[in-house]
């Protein structure tokens, strides 16, 4: 694997040779670190600096110069947080329209991946998540929503129900269907790392290194993705926080979230109401986790991640208009009108 890099993403009053971070209207650099080895030392003017600042392609139509936030909708009945929160269409429907003013994507999922948890026969998790997808078009929400999914067949009907986004935490290794069915589609896909599966991820899980070894999985996977035939420009990485890592893993990654964007694509971000948050914050209901998980949100921000998924939509887009717009965003409040 190439050696990491990370670049020191900052805020605020730009220096002489500031470049913006992934092509972010607020978060810039100017300098690298290596992962192992030498010191801080200024940005390579030339391919390492060209991947580092360019702007990603857009997700669903949306621009990716500033944080988005995609609202978390579970529609199952034991997910970690919210499960059995919304036991109709009609209260899905319902919780879609107020997220809908504040969240950039909606994540519909119908299966719980939380440590522990059974995987759901397909034919169940389409029942549960298409008539939802369904109805919030019919309804004339046209906010870009992500099928939350491992399986291909599930993804096929939300896809035709009229999702636009495949979110799926095996990173295409669940299902081996789902590789070609991405490349036909041509849809974004989101590639997460997990060690393990959900049953028994949280078991005991160990790394050298995690950000590098995480890093590693993601580049394979980026390579298994083009080998099929989706293009690098619909590809969306996630370090899986939570998914077969200890308290001090998931720590080490959200201090180095930076180190993903060496990978030249979108990244995503879900630690929303996530047991360290509990851990660290001394919050053991998951509902009680809300500020923990606007901390950690406004974190990625700084940090240069573009796609923040959270549970609740409205206090983080409170949250991210005020650190916008007082770390330098051209104007933070234009969020608003988006
Ligand atoms: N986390 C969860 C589910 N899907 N997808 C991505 N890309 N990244 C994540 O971190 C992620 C995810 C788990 O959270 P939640 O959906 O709230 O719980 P559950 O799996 O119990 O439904």
């Not at 980026?222 to 996630?238: S, T, V």
Request: with cysteine; net charge negative; glycine share 8%.
């Amino acid at each position: 694997m190439s050696a990491r890099i990370e670049p020191l993403a900052r805020s605020g009053r730009r220096s002489l040779n500031a470049l913006p971070l992934a092509g972010s209207a607020h978060v810039w650099f100017d300098t690298v670190r290596p992962w192992s080895g030498d010191a801080v030392r200024a940005v390579a003017r030339g391919p390492e600096s060209d991947r580092l600042s360019a702007l990603r392609a857009p997700v669903a139509g949306l621009a990716l110069d500033r944080p988005r936030i995609m609202g978390i909708l579970n529609v199952t009945p034991d997910s970690f947080s919210d499960g059995g929160d919304l036991p109709s269409v009609e209260a899905a429907v319902t919780r879609a329209r107020e997220m809908a003013y504040a969240a950039d994507i909606l994540d519909i999922g119908g299966e719980s991946t939380r440590p522990g948890a059974d995987p759901v026969p397909e034919t169940e998790e389409i029942a549960r998540t298409v008539p939802v997808i369904a109805a919030i078009r019919e309804a004339g929400l046209a906010t870009p929503i992500s099928i939350d999914t491992r399986k291909a067949a599930v993804a096929a009907a939300a896809l035709d129900a009229g999702a636009d986004i495949v979110n799926d935490v095996s990173a295409m290794s669940y299902d081996t269907a789902m590789a070609g069915l991405l490349a036909e589609r041509d849809v974004p896909v989101c590639l997460m790392h997990a060690q393990g599966d959900p049953k028994t991820m949280q078991a005991n899980p160990t790394y050298d290194d995690v950000v590098a070894e995480v890093a590693d999985y993601l580049e394979t996977r980026i390579e298994a993705a083009l080998a099929a035939g989706i293009g690098r420009d619909r590809i969306i990485l996630d370090p899986g926080i939570g998914f077969g890592k200890t308290l001090q893993h998931n720590v080490s990654l959200l201090r180095h979230l930076a180190v993903y964007h060496d990978l030249g694509c979108p990244i995503l971000l879900g630690a929303s109401r996530k047991r360290f948050i509990g851990t660290l914050g001394g919050a053991e209901a998951a509902k009680d986790r809300m500020p923990g998980s606007l901390a950690v949100a406004l974190h990625a921000a700084a940090q240069g991640v573009q796609i923040i998924r959270v549970h609740d939509v409205a206090q983080t887009r409170q949250a991210m208009n005020l650190h916008l717009a007082l770390n330098g965003a051209p104007n933070g409040t234009e969020h608003e009108a988006d």
